[in-house]
């Protein structure tokens, strides 16, 4: 089952080489949104996002696994189903990048302009987090 909102069924691309292309993309995503699960400052949500729209583009079955994935899915179900992340998800993504870039920044980091760097990337992903919609608890998954 394909999941998004209101456009109907995803049309996967016919070019065999564009689809092996999408499909090495998603899977190079996933092992990135792994990596930030434990390296400081690298967001897991935007590669999770960007591996599930080149699955929809190119593998059913993949499109599929990561989908309904015990931890990943959720996530994903929301922004797809309904557009957004819930509070929850968004507020523990932020902590995340702010407990993480001291650790970052002060404590493996001596040059200047590497701090000012990481400052910079911790900003514009909590920027990219502070703009993706934000469900409302209405619309709070059961269970």
Not at 126 to 142: D, E, F
Request: proline fraction near 5%; charge should be positive.
């Amino acid at each position: 089952m394909r999941y998004g909102r209101g456009r109907g069924h995803v049309r996967q691309v016919k070019n065999e080489v564009l689809r092996l292309i999408l499909i090495g993309v998603g899977w190079v995503s996933i092992v990135c949104a792994l990596l930030g699960l434990f390296l400081p400052l690298v967001p897991s949500v935007p590669f999770l996002l960007l591996a599930v729209f080149c699955f929809s583009r190119s593998s059913e079955k993949f499109h599929h696994w990561l989908v309904e994935h015990r931890h990943f899915g959720p996530l994903l179900k929301d922004y797809l189903v309904h557009g957004g992340i819930s509070v929850r998800a968004k507020a523990a993504a932020i902590c995340a990048v702010w407990i993480s870039f001291p650790v970052s920044a002060f404590w493996l980091v001596q040059s200047s302009w590497a701090q000012v760097l990481l400052l910079a990337i911790a900003a514009g992903v909590t920027v990219c987090l502070v703009l993706i919609p934000t469900l409302p608890a209405s619309l709070k998954r059961k269970g």
